[in-house]
Nanobody, 126 residues
C-alpha cells in the first residue's frame, strides 16, 4: 500500500510563490516516478485532471506548458518527499493539487490508478 499526503496549499496573491510537499508512505518500489496533477474548479480529477509536473527516479522532469519556467518539481528519496515549488502564481492556478506516483519513461508519465493523495487547495487572488 502507498499513501501520499499533500501539504502546503493556501491563499496567495498573484505573483507570489508557494511550495507544495508530498509525503510518501509505503512501498513505491514498483513505480519510478512522481507527479503533481491539478483539478480545476468544477471538474473531477479523474476526468479533467491535468499533469502539472512529473519526475523520474533519475530526476528527469517534464512540465505542462502552462507552468514551464515557473514551477519546479523535485524529490528527496531519503526523506520520502516530493516537492513542487510554484513561482509567479497566476489566478488561473487556483485549483486542488494532487500528488501521484506512477511510471515515468520515454518522457511520458503514467499514474498509478489506485494511489492519490487527498489534495491540497491553492487559491491565487488577482
Amino acid at each position: 500500500q502507498v499513501q501520499l499526503v499533500e501539504s502546503g496549499g493556501g491563499l496567495v496573491q498573484a505573483g507570489e510563490s508557494l511550495t507544495l510537499s508530498c509525503a510518501v508512505f509505503g512501498d513505491t518500489a514498483t513505480y519510478n516516478g512522481f507527479a503533481w496533477y491539478v483539478q480545476l474548479p468544477g471538474t473531477e480529477r479523474e476526468i479533467e485532471g491535468e499533469l502539472v509536473a512529473a519526475i523520474s527516479s533519475e530526476e528527469a522532469t517534464k512540465y505542462a506548458d502552462f507552468v514551464k519556467d515557473r514551477f519546479t518539481i523535485s524529490r528527496d528519496d531519503a526523506k520520502n518527499t516530493v516537492t513542487l515549488l510554484m513561482d509567479n502564481l497566476k489566478p488561473e492556478g487556483t485549483a486542488v493539487y494532487y500528488c501521484s506516483t506512477g511510471h515515468y519513461y520515454d518522457s511520458h508519465y503514467y499514474p498509478a490508478a489506485d494511489y492519490w493523495g487527498q489534495g491540497t487547495q491553492v487559491a491565487v487572488s488577482s
